[in-house]
């Protein structure tokens, strides 16, 4: 079984993570779709709130294969995660140039780290290239129109938030 480690923050999941996501699973067998917790970082939602919305996102709106996809919070190596797991694949999404530079040095340190895990690149479509978590939650957050960004649970999580 090919698996593969999927880390991010998702905060929250857009379309361009599921773009991702669905590219993935035609490339392996099992996806871990792992968000973050760290304590230095300003988050919009809790752990238990991006899970709650990965999980909603793929599973109750999309429909997804829930055999296919495990959702954890993480605070660990990518690295440490993939020896959990038995993933040999770490999945790494890409909108634009400017996010290469970052990926290609993230992807060089894992390597170093283990050189038995691969990472690969994978871009959303070109729809959704543009879509980042942080201009979302700036138009949400302006009461601008986030639907073509993202999937009915999250933008009932956006707009509860908001409230």
């Given at each position: 079984?090919?698996?593969?480690?999927?880390?991010?923050?998702?905060?929250?999941?857009?379309?361009?993570?599921?773009?991702?996501?669905?590219?993935?699973?035609?490339?392996?067998?099992?996806?871990?779709?792992?968000?973050?917790?760290?304590?230095?970082?300003?988050?919009?939602?809790?752990?238990?709130?991006?899970?709650?919305?990965?999980?909603?996102?793929?599973?109750?709106?999309?429909?997804?294969?829930?055999?296919?996809?495990?959702?954890?919070?993480?605070?660990?190596?990518?690295?440490?995660?993939?020896?959990?797991?038995?993933?040999?694949?770490?999945?790494?999404?890409?909108?634009?140039?400017?996010?290469?530079?970052?990926?290609?040095?993230?992807?060089?340190?894992?390597?170093?780290?283990?050189?038995?895990?691969?990472?690969?690149?994978?871009?959303?479509?070109?729809?959704n290239q543009i879509i980042s978590s942080k201009f979302v939650?700036?138009?949400?957050?302006?009461?601008?129109?986030?639907?073509?960004?993202?999937?009915?649970?999250?933008?009932?999580?956006?707009?509860?938030?908001?409230?």
């Amino acid at each position: 079984m090919r698996t593969a480690i999927y880390p991010g923050t998702f905060d929250p999941i857009t379309n361009g993570h599921i773009d991702v996501i669905r590219k993935s699973l035609k490339i392996v067998d099992r996806l871990v779709v792992a968000t973050t917790i760290n304590i230095h970082k300003d988050y919009f939602f809790s752990i238990d709130e991006r899970i709650t919305i990965i999980k909603n996102s793929l599973f109750k709106d999309l429909k997804l294969n829930k055999k296919k996809i495990i959702v954890i919070p993480f605070e660990t190596l990518t690295i440490q995660l993939c020896k959990k797991f038995k993933a040999s694949i770490i999945i790494r999404g890409l909108r634009a140039v400017s996010d290469f530079e970052y990926e290609f040095q993230l992807a060089g340190m894992n390597k170093k780290l283990d050189n038995k895990i691969e990472t690969i690149f994978l871009m959303s479509d070109v729809e959704n290239q543009i879509i980042s978590s942080k201009f979302v939650k700036e138009i949400a957050k302006l009461n601008g129109n986030v639907n073509k960004f993202l999937t009915r649970s999250a933008i009932k999580a956006i707009r509860n938030k908001l409230k």
